[in-house]
């Protein structure tokens, strides 16, 4: 059987003499991208000489996530009543994405840095790490204060933080040893590595919640002139393959017939495995926020399942956010629209046409040069660390 990882901070955890020791606190809503992005940055944070403490409500992810943890971070159970014996307060509190920072945490930080169980004003600094959009509202928004004004954090300042796409925002998350891991990727060895037999076809990555057009997706790869091998990732995505197949027959007999898309089903990877993934693609789909960011980095034209909100359907403006970001081809647009079935009500979803040669040529363009773009600006651990010894 095997057993939990340990993620206590690692022997040769260096602090930088300009260091700070941060609390991250994280809930686990759906679909890992919570957990996902907060052990990213953690983990980025101690790579640069941070002391981290990550509460999460729950871990299990990391098993496959981050199965060595990370020098400098250590995960603690977010549990209904914190064990806090004995700890003092960081010098940085992260509020990741709203959820609220456990209430005992922030009375024990009023009783131990301010004045007769008022919160100081100075130490710890929160933060409020909000989700990633190319909204305008963003870098209105960003390092903008809100007092807190009731409860044990009366007195405090929440700061709120944008990750974002642009100079005037937060930077995304780019480790620093980045571009190096990139430039020394040998696709034809990690494709060995993982049990594929890759002849030289067409490689795509499929990252997803459960498309519309999925059924369309498969059909035009099963009928394309030229081979696919396509890798799928573990969980919803795989379930969505199987069971389009399964209720296809007209597919089952293209797949079988044609042989020309080829299907492997991955098992879960962990993060560096699954950049490694993206690199080792000619297209990735790829889904939520975390995905997105590591594939602009890997420079390869890739589509983007944007996390539904059918409720008000919000996520079409921050999806054609993104594109008009990106500077999209239109074809990447449609493209887009089709995988994301937006469309103006009482019209039909449009359909999801894969692009000619000049077109993916575009949409490879577009990527790489966002990507440029994007290595010009200082990344989200770089902006947080320095927005923290700005405020002293």
Known sequence: MQTAPSFLPQPGAVMAA??????????????????????RLAADLAARGQQVRLWVDDA???????????????????????????????DVLVEAFGCEVAPEFIAMCAQKTGAEGQFSAQKPLWINLEYLSAEPYVERCHRMPSPVMAGPGAGATKWFFYPGFTPRTGGLLREADLPARLAAFDRASWLRAQGIDWR?????????????????????????????????????????????????IGLQRLLHERQQLSISYLPHLPQTGYDELLWA????????????????????????QIYPQPEDD???????????WLQA??????FHDAWND???????????????AAEAAAWQAAVQAARARLLAQPSLAEQLIGFVQEKG
């Open 60 to 90: 299990s992810a990391l098993r496959w996530m981050a199965p060595q943890g990370a020098a400098g971070v250590d995960v603690r159970p977010w549990t209904q009543s914190l064990a806090l014996e004995g700890l003092t307060p960081g």
């Open 281 to 304: 693609c000619d297209w990735n789909f790829v889904r939520g926020e975390d995905s997105l960011v590591r594939a602009l980095w890997a420079g390869r034209p890739f589509v983007w």
């Open 314 to 324: 919000a996520h079409h403006a921050k999806l054609h956010a993104f594109l008009d």
């Open 342 to 356: 937006v469309h103006p009500a009482g019209q039909p979803a449009p359909p999801l046409l894969l692009p000619d």
């Open 200 to 248: 030289g076809e067409q490689v795509m990555s499929l990252f997803c919640y459960e498309p519309a057009t999925l059924p369309a997706l498969l059909r035009q790869l099963a009928t394309a002139d030229a081979p696919t091998r396509l890798l799928v990732t573990a969980g919803r995505a795989s379930a969505a393959v199987q069971h389009t197949i399964a209720h296809e």
């Open 329 to 334: 081809p239109p074809s990447l647009r449609r």
């Open 18 to 39: 300009d260091a700070r020791s941060w609390d991250i606190f994280c809930q686990v809503i759906d679909n890992f991208g919570d957990i996902g992005v907060c052990w």
